[in-house]
């Protein structure tokens, strides 16, 4: 149980485009935002790591084969997340945007950990490391032991970003975390281009 909790707070401590949408997230919207940002990337891991531990035998040869244009569709995906943000660093302060429910930036990172099924390729290669034996319970429980350890570092990485975004003067600072946090995104999914172009 210990080994699927810290594989998923391993996997969520990474720096990554998740990584960085919730502590843009968090600097942008504020604390609130920031946890509910990173609980909505654990959830995601829950459901993968669920589908790994139960039946990632039988999965994993269809992910392989279409590892390309899964690479592809979750790089154009990033893309396009990162451009939002950007546009959104650009057009809103954090005043306007602490006015939404910090509870809607639950989806936004859930939708983009589930578009990006290498997520379910990088679980299953632990699998045969936990002791599944064949029993959904057993998958159950360390598929929650790994979202609960994901949860905790994304937590803390919106928090983080909240504090920042707190301590930083004024909204045109603000505003440039975000965008660091959004350029760190395009990146990810240009370079995912490039790779699955090649």
């Not at 039946?55 to 995906?77: D, Q």
């Amino acid at each position: 149980m210990w080994t699927a909790f810290v594989f998923g707070a391993l996997v969520a401590g990474a720096i990554g485009p998740i990584a960085l949408l919730i502590f843009g997230t968090g600097a942008r919207r504020g604390v609130f935002a920031g946890a509910w940002a990173g609980l909505g990337a654990a959830l995601a891991d829950w459901l993968y790591a669920l589908a790994a531990f139960s039946a990632g035998a039988v999965l994993l040869p269809l992910f392989a084969a279409h590892e390309p244009a899964i690479r592809a569709g979750s790089a154009l995906v990033l893309v396009g997340l990162g451009v939002a943000m950007l546009l959104g660093a650009l057009q809103a302060d954090r005043a306007a945007q602490a006015q939404r429910p910090a509870a809607h930036a639950f989806l936004p990172t859930f939708l983009l950990t589930i578009v990006n099924p290498m997520t379910f390729v990088m679980f299953a290669g632990i699998a045969p490391q936990l002791p599944v034996a064949g029993s959904l319970g057993k998958a159950a429980g360390l598929a929650l032991a790994l979202a609960a350890g994901s949860g905790v570092v994304n937590v803390a990485i919106g928090t983080a970003g909240a504090a920042l975004g707190e301590a930083l003067p004024g909204p045109g600072l603000q505003r440039a975390v975000t965008a660091a946090a959004a350029t760190g995104v395009l990146a990810f999914g240009i370079y995912g281009l490039v790779n699955a172009s090649g």
